[in-house]
């Protein structure tokens, strides 16, 4: 079991954000978030974090550079037990959840009025980094990528005292690649049909 202690939000799809937030306030996890999604949830009275103030560097460049950032990521790669002197030294705190859906790349894409430059701007960055980094560590850190998985997270910790088991955090992680997987394989499909 890992027990839950912040989380990272960072979402285009807002479905069913707010019910989750919620329970992990309730469940005392710190809610770290960015742009519009951190707006939705102080909108609902959460506190919230912004990514920014946790990695002292503003999002930049219209968006595109929000958590590309060791602080983010050292806290979704640092291993319980092995990486905690390096954290500590660089002021690195864990991230135990990260819940994610990627820009709208697929339908986006899919409307033939929208002009490739806004195609382009749909091709995320940071998400697909983010999601890989909170896979590869299961073993310590959850990740979320679809609404459909928020009520099971919250029935888990609501029976759990906050915290999620390893099977769980696995079935997530395997989700979470196959998302990236389709996501990459969308982006490729699509820019090959027009080479």
Do not use: W
Request: hydrophobic letters at 45%; a negative charge.
């Amino acid at each position: 079991m890992v027990t839950l202690r912040r989380a990272l939000l960072s979402v285009s799809d807002k479905t069913g954000l707010i019910p989750l937030a919620q329970a992990l306030a309730r469940h005392g996890v710190e809610l770290v978030s960015t742009g519009g999604t951190a707006k939705a949830l102080r909108d609902a009275g959460l506190d919230v974090r912004d990514v920014s103030d946790v990695t002292g560097f503003p999002e930049m460049m219209d968006g595109r550079v929000k958590t590309l950032h060791p602080l983010v990521h050292g806290g979704l790669l640092g291993r319980a037990g092995v990486d905690d002197a390096v954290m500590a030294q660089h002021g690195i705190g864990a991230i135990d959840l990260l819940v994610l859906n990627l820009y709208p790349f697929e339908k986006v894409s899919a409307d033939p009025s929208t002009k490739l430059d806004d195609i382009i701007e749909n091709i995320d960055i940071g998400g697909p980094a983010m999601l890989r980094s909170a896979a590869k560590n299961f073993a310590r850190v959850a990740v979320a990528t679809d609404p459909a998985q928020y009520d099971a997270i919250i029935g888990e910790m609501d029976a759990n005292n906050g915290a999620l088991p390893g099977a769980t955090r696995f079935a997530l992680a395997v989700a979470a690649f196959n998302r990236v997987a389709q996501y990459d394989a969308c982006i490729s499909d699509y820019l090959s049909a027009i080479v």
